[in-house]
């Protein structure tokens, strides 16, 4: 069982930034792919950014240019900032940690991220 908690949310203005924090449990972080995802109220879970073992990422269209996610593997986190926000990017944002050799990932619980003047 790999145990993941996310920081790093809160209240921004438009046009500002937050980093997000990923911290996950485990001796083997560095073969983990971890992705963050993002929720509102009625809508489905949305991909935003993952990064793999080796150190790939990819972004949705809708963050690209404006987020980058990254890992420290010495910390068992991985990182997600974050930079001209917009109302449109307020949203639980979720962590999902999935070992190369595991199907399924393992989520934590959410942070809270509010876009607003």
């Known amino acids: 069982q790999v145990q993941v908690v996310e920081s790093g949310g809160g209240l921004v203005q438009p046009g500002g930034s937050l980093r997000l924090s990923c911290a996950a449990s485990?001796?083997?972080?560095?073969?983990?792919?971890v992705a963050w995802y993002r929720q509102t109220p009625g809508k489905q879970r949305e991909l935003v950014a993952h990064i793999t073992n080796d150190g790939s990422t990819n972004y949705s269209d809708s963050v690209k240019g404006r987020f980058t996610i990254s890992r420290d593997n010495a910390k068992n986190t991985v990182y997600l900032q974050m930079s001209s926000l917009s109302p449109e990017d307020t949203a639980v944002y979720y962590c999902?940690?999935?070992?190369?050799?595991?199907?399924?990932?393992?989520w934590g619980q959410g942070t809270q991220v509010t876009v607003s003047s």
């Open positions: 485990g001796s083997v972080f560095s073969y983990y792919v």
């Open positions: 999902n940690v999935r070992p190369v050799w595991n199907l399924n990932g393992y």
